[in-house]
């Protein structure tokens, strides 16, 4: 198994535009989660979904931030318009369905934006 | 609203030695609780996940304790090597999401 797959892994933008960020879950996994890590907050949760359907997006911090997840292998996490503050590394995460298990995280996107 | 405190937020400890990390929560309603190792500029990977009604987990050098009751856990790691250098971070678990401390920077000389 790949793993999740998460692209791209840099991406430096200006101040103003749309940044697209795209993840593929590990195959038959039902949850998938986007999370943003800084150093001054941590690993904050974003948003996650069920079998393709936004559960929880509570985390996202603005009308700028929005997810989709038109499938069960392809999702993405499309900023617009995007801000300085919004520099940070976006993981990628999924799991099965068990309550216990742990999630798998891909390699995350460090965005910078300018 | 569940916290996660990790202490210390950075340890330097020469090779060989064992040592010990903090982990502290405010909502016993766990399912469970994870421990993960984070390298630089990389993802997460899975240390040890222990259920909530158990009390701890081994694999190889790393032991982690869980205290439901006080809200703690503890990351033990026995005879350190500068391969251990990473962030390890700890999370609690309630039905479908993770909340995260900040995490341990760890690092481990020759």
């Known amino acids: 198994d790949a793993g999740v797959i998460q692209s791209p892994r840099h991406e430096v933008t200006e101040m103003g535009q749309e940044v697209t960020l795209r993840c593929k879950p590990i195959?038959?996994?039902?949850?998938l989660f986007w999370y943003r890590q800084t150093m001054m907050r941590g690993l904050e949760l974003l948003i996650y979904?069920?079998?393709?359907?936004?559960?929880?997006d509570s985390g996202m911090p603005e009308d700028r931030f929005s997810a989709k997840m038109p499938n069960a292998s392809f999702s993405t996490l499309k900023i617009q318009p995007s801000e300085p503050r919004d520099s940070a590394v976006y993981f990628c995460?999924?799991?099965?369905?068990?309550?216990?298990?742990?999630?798998?995280f891909g390699p995350g996107t460090r965005l910078t934006v300018l | 609203k569940q916290e996660v405190t990790q202490i210390p937020a950075a340890l330097s400890v020469p090779e060989g030695e064992n040592l010990v990390l903090n982990c502290s929560f405010t909502?016993?309603?766990?399912?469970?609780l994870q421990w993960f190792r984070q390298d630089p500029g990389k993802g997460l990977t899975s240390l040890l996940l222990?259920?909530?009604?158990?009390r701890e987990q081994t694999s190889g050098r790393l032991n982690a304790s869980l205290d439901k009751s006080s809200g703690r856990s503890t990351l033990y790691i026995a005879a350190s090597q500068p391969g251990d250098s990473a962030t390890y971070l700890c999370?609690?678990?309630?039905?479908?999401?993770?909340?995260f401390g900040k995490g341990t920077m760890l690092l481990v000389s020759p």
């Open positions: 195959s038959g996994h039902d949850y």
């Open positions: 999370a609690v678990s309630g039905y479908s999401t993770l909340t």
């Open positions: 222990i259920q909530s009604s158990q």
């Open positions: 909502d016993s309603a766990i399912y469970n």
């Open positions: 979904f069920n079998n393709n359907v936004p559960i929880d």
């Open positions: 995460a999924s799991r099965t369905a068990g309550a216990a298990d742990t999630q798998y």
